[in-house]
Each structure stands twice: as structure tokens, then as C-alpha cells.
């Protein structure tokens, strides 16, 4: 389960572990303790019961040396520091970075001033506790920080990792019930185990919900500001066909002109070319709108590419954590493209489920 069972041909005779590979043991649940105190500083505090936490560490130390035999025989502590360690690395490289890192750097040309009327702020429809723990929004809200997609991923394998030693303490736990009739010392070790997963799994749903939140918002104002950049181009509408309209009338205004002096040649000559003038400023005040209008466009399509891009990212996305939920443990793989692909590469994981239809233990070729 997740590669943190030991091998069968490992076990002593006699079920006794040496006092070495307890502490080992002992060591290595400290440290994933430590991971998940470490990956909360990724959402806000007062949500985490960073206490509650100590005090299971606590516990772990004092735990006797004989309550972690049972759990020696589920799980390596090889193992399982090596899932942590490669875990906690991405941490420390998301730590190092925090303060320059953002997912949506695109975004910080705005299209339109921070002033104009109707242009939505992301933070108007995101939870106040993700966004201002984040940092996140420009001045002109234009910018949006959001959690690296690794630290994610990492706080979902600290998550698992959590997840897959409570299962496997669980199992020991009952053999020990089963083989002694009661649950003894190693139900209190089991208990603690407990402990850990529950603020581990609440972390990495605060984690989730944070980047999901702020994730939506984003998108919600995105919408929004489509709206506002489609009134700005109908104002710009409405300023063509006034220009347009004013250029009717003085044309009109200068045939009049033009009857009323036909007798005087050279006022007529200096009218015309005077006229001339202003059509050729016109004329370029429509190109130069024109362009601005084309230019407004182009960045309007971006966003929108951009969005459909990763909004076909998080589906597949969606879709493979459906698959791994579907899928019995044991037998979960994550397929590797999932985590390099961009939108519209992604693959769809769920395609294959015999029949069309998805189901427990039943969601087409593994991964």
C-alpha cells in the first residue's frame, strides 16, 4: 500500500523486531509529523490546530519502544522516510521562493485602468481568509498569487502518506486485537496515528479549497471583465458613429459654404484645402481607434485561451483524482502526463470505464 509495507522476508523470527528498527520507526513518524507542521504554514492560522499537533508528537516520543513492534510489521521506515524526503523537498523549494512566486503572471497587464467603472476585483468573490493569507491581489487587481502547483502536489502526497500509514496501522491494530482478544497498547499507538491524519487531511483540504477558491474567483472575474471590455468597446462604438455623424454634417456644411462663395476663387480654394485638413485628421483618428480597438482584442483573446486552457487542465485533473477515488487501493497510479500536460493535452483518464460508465474497481485500463 503507497510502497510503505515492508518485505514479508524481512520479518524476524518470532515477530520481535530489535530495538534499533523500533526507534527507526519511532523516528520516522516524528518526521512526518514535522511534514505536516511544516506544510501548515500553507493556510491561514487560526484554522489549524497546531496544539493538538504538538501534543500528539508528545505522545510519539513517549510512546514505549514495544507499542511500535505491531506497526513494524506494516510498515518500513526505509520507506516511508523516503516518501517524506522527497515530499519536504518540494516544500523547502516552494519556501525559498514563496514571496515571487505566482501561477497567473499573465495576468499583470491589466487591459483596462484600475479606475474604469465595472472592471471586478477576483478578491470581491474569493474567501477573505485565502486571499489575504496568499497576498495576493495588485493594487490595480490585476495579479492574483496562488499556491505552486507542486506544493500541491506535495501537500497531497503528505496527505497520503498520512493516509496510507493510518490504513496500515489499522490493520495492525486488528491483528493484534484479533491474535490477543483485545486491542492492547498498540489500539493507544494506532489512536495517536490517528491524530496525525486527521490534521493532515484538514490541511490539505484547507490547501485544496484555497487554491480551488481563489482558482474560481479568478475565473468568475475574468468573466466579469469580459463584460466590462465589451462596454468600453461599445463606447468606442458609439464615439465612431458620432465622429461619423459630425463628418456628415460638415460635409453638408461646406457644400453650403462652398455655393455661397462659387464667386470668390481664392476663399473657395482655401476653404477646400482647409477641409481637406480635417477629413485627413478624422480619417486617422479612425485608423488609430481601429488598431486600438484590434490591439484590446488580441489581449481579450489570450485571456480567454488561457482560461479554456487551464480550465481543461483542472477537468483532467478532476477526473484523475475521480480515478484514483474509484480505484482500490494498491492498484491507484497516477499517470505521469497528468502532471505536464497543459489543457488541451490532457489526457482523459475516465475515457476507457467499461460501458461508458465509472464505477468502484471498474474505470478502464490502469493507469
Known sequence: MFG???????????????PQTLEDLRAELLNLTDAVQEFSVLVPVNPVDLDSLQQTRLQIQQMP??????????????????????ARAVFGKYSMGRPAINRNTNM?????????????DPNDDASESCTSFL????????????????????????????????????????????ALGEGGNTSLACVIVDSVWIIAKFLDFKIHFCDDDVSAAVGDASYLRLGAINDEIG?????????????????GQLTTIGNQISSVG??????????SNVDSHISSEIVALDAHMTALLAVLQASVDLANQRLLK?????????????????SRILLNS?????????PNVLANCPGGICSWSSVGPLP
Open 4 to 18: 510503505l509495507a515492508p518485505d514479508p522476508a524481512e520479518r524476524p523470527v518470532g515477530g520481535q523486531y530489535s
Open 65 to 86: 519502544p514495544q507499542w511500535f513492534n505491531a506497526l513494524r510489521a506494516v510498515i518500513d521506515p526505509a520507506r516511508l522516510h523516503a516518501r517524506l524526503q522527497r
Open 108 to 120: 499583470t497587464q491589466g487591459v483596462l485602468p484600475a479606475d474604469s467603472p465595472g472592471f471586478p
Open 135 to 178: 497576498g495576493t491581489t495588485g493594487a490595480d487587481a490585476t495579479s492574483v498569487t496562488r499556491y505552486p502547483t507542486d506544493a500541491v502536489l506535495a501537500a497531497d502526497a503528505i496527505w497520503q502518506i498520512a493516509d496510507t500509514v493510518r490504513e496500515l496501522a489499522q490493520d495492525a491494530c486488528k491483528e493484534t486485537l484479533v
Open 235 to 251: 463606447t468606442l462604438q458609439t464615439g465612431v458613429s458620432n465622429i461619423n455623424t459630425n463628418t456628415s454634417n460638415v460635409g
Open 266 to 275: 481664392a476663399q473657395v480654394s482655401g476653404v477646400d484645402t482647409h477641409l
Open 314 to 330: 483542472t477537468i483532467a485533473g478532476e477526473a484523475q483524482i475521480m480515478k484514483l477515488d474509484l480505484t482500490p487501493e494498491g
Open 338 to 346: 497528468i502532471l505536464t500536460c497543459t489543457g488541451s493535452n490532457c
